[in-house]
């Protein structure tokens, strides 16, 4: 088990340009999240997928965003048409649904640090 | 609203003091909690959870946390703090009506001299 893998770790690019991050969960996990860290703030949720079904969105989720999850494996974020206050870490964590309830642990990747100039 | 509120952005201890990181929740059911730590230019690593089976949980690297309902509080301690320790601590909470996103504090950062 190799641990959740986001690529590309780091990204400059400039304003009005498009992104894409990938994140690849631990294998078998069937929930997926993105999370947006920015400098001096704990990670907020943008969303989450269960197998390839995104099942809930953050409203900080903006029309530029969109993931996706097509096989239930790795899934795709992306930005469109960047702006500076884009720029921030952006976590990908995923997990094994437990039955029954939320107690499932969400492991973390390293992370992709968006730089927009 | 619920949320995760951690005390002190910065908390500075010397090596071999005891540590204790401070979270408290606010929410009408106990959430689920949980404290990760983050190394520069890295992810967030799980260091403990709590799931309502024991108040007191031990985690990774000497890290326990007691779950205090009184006291809506999840503090993170250890014993004797050692240089390895530095890094930033979140606290996180999985909270009633959330789904299964998990609800940051906004961290503390940890500095252990010599």
């Known amino acids: 088990d190799t641990g959740v893998s986001q690529n590309p770790r780091h990204k400059i690019t400039k304003r009005g340009q498009n992104v894409t991050f990938r994140c690849d969960p631990i294998?078998?996990?069937?929930?997926l999240y993105w999370y947006r860290q920015t400098l001096g703030q704990g990670p907020e949720f943008l969303t989450y997928?269960?197998?390839?079904?995104?099942?809930?969105k953050s409203r900080l989720l903006s029309d530029r965003f969109s993931a996706e999850r097509p096989k239930g494996s790795f899934s795709t974020l992306e930005i469109q048409r960047t702006e500076q206050g884009d720029s921030a870490m952006y976590l990908c964590?995923?997990?094994?649904?437990?039955?029954?309830?939320?107690?499932?642990?969400?492991?973390f990747g390293p992370g992709t640090r968006l730089t927009v100039l | 609203a619920q949320s995760v509120t951690q005390l002190g952005s910065h908390v500075s201890v010397s090596e071999g003091a005891l540590v204790l990181l401070r979270c408290n929740y606010s929410?009408?059911?106990?959430?689920?909690l949980f404290w990760y730590v983050q190394y520069p230019n890295q992810g967030l690593q799980l260091l403990l959870k709590?799931?309502?089976?024991?108040?007191l949980v031990k985690g990774i690297n000497g890290f326990e946390a007691e779950f205090k309902k009184s006291e809506t509080s999840f503090h993170l301690t250890k014993p004797s703090a050692h240089m390895s320790d530095a890094a930033e601590y979140f606290c996180?909470?999985?909270?009633?009506?959330?789904?299964?996103?998990?609800?940051f504090g906004t961290g503390t950062q940890l500095k252990v001299e010599l």
């Open positions: 294998s078998e996990h069937n929930r």
């Open positions: 997928f269960q197998n390839e079904a995104q099942l809930e």
């Open positions: 709590y799931t309502s089976a024991a108040t």
């Open positions: 929410s009408s059911v106990p959430p689920y």
């Open positions: 996180a909470a999985i909270l009633t009506g959330g789904g299964n996103k998990l609800t």
């Open positions: 964590a995923s997990s094994l649904a437990a039955s029954g309830g939320f107690t499932d642990t969400q492991y």
